[in-house]
């Protein structure tokens, strides 16, 4: 493993599981999160992604609702993100609110000022990467866990 890989693990365990354990949500200790649901058939997942080749090192984090069926001999309870169905999956750059609204909703312009998909750095320096991991975690709260419950089963 990477000093970076390893630094960004840590700060997972420093930051995310504290933060997001607050929310009901469990560390499956593969860099994914899940909070099942009441009804046992259906979970919410955070799952933080490190980026390969021309993103290697940053990372990004995507959303998933998975529900039981959704995919043939996947509990809830051990659901990845991939699993869940592609209406109930996004990427945390999507619900993050432009900078410029009013330029993201011009033809043209707006592919530059419109949704982007996010990637926050990491390097083997922890505190660096820790902050990186903090502010994804604001976005996830305040952000993440609004579309995640507004799309639950």
Avoid at 28 to 42: E, H, K, V
Avoid at 110 to 129: A, E, H, V, Y
Wanted: glycine share 10%; aromatic share 10%.
């Amino acid at each position: 493993m990477s000093s970076r890989a390893s630094a960004f693990d840590t700060a997972l365990r420093d930051v995310a599981i504290p933060a997001l354990a607050a929310h009901g949500f469990r560390f499956d200790g593969s860099r994914t999160f899940r909070r099942l649901l009441s009804d046992g058939r259906s979970s919410q997942i955070v799952s933080f992604q490190l980026g390969r080749r021309s993103l290697e090192g940053t990372f990004t984090v995507n959303l998933g609702i998975f529900t039981e069926g959704d995919r043939l001999g996947v509990r809830p309870d051990h659901a990845k993100e991939y699993d869940c169905q592609f209406e109930r999956r996004t990427r945390i750059g999507a619900l993050i609110p432009p900078r410029f609204p009013r330029l993201a909703s011009l033809p043209f312009v707006g592919m530059l000022f419109g949704i982007p998909d996010k990637w926050w750095p990491i390097s083997d320096d922890l505190s660096r990467t820790s902050a990186s991991v903090s502010t994804a975690v604001d976005m996830i709260t305040g952000h993440g866990l609004g579309w995640l419950s507004a799309r639950g089963p």
